[in-house]
């Protein structure tokens, strides 16, 4: 995992320092908004480019995309 670092000064605190205090479920709840988010990033930008497509062409589109991932 990445780490990314947020603050300034004595007050740093990486991301996985972060996800290292956190139970299981909340990593889940986490990854989970993150898929999520990336589902709703991805529709925005076939959307902007192609804007002749219909809602059901885009939501495809995005199956399809997240269906090879991984």
Do not use: D, G, M, T
């Given at each position: 995992m990445a780490s990314q670092t947020h603050g300034s000064g004595n007050q740093v605190v990486t991301q996985t320092a972060i996800l290292r205090t956190m139970t299981i479920e909340q990593r889940w709840r986490v990854a989970q908004n993150l898929y999520a988010s990336a589902r709703e990033w991805k529709a925005c930008v076939l959307r902007s480019l192609h804007?002749?497509?219909?809602?059901a062409e885009v939501r495809e589109?995005?199956?399809?995309?997240?269906s090879r991932a991984g």
């Open positions: 804007p002749e497509w219909s809602e589109s995005v199956k399809r995309c997240f």
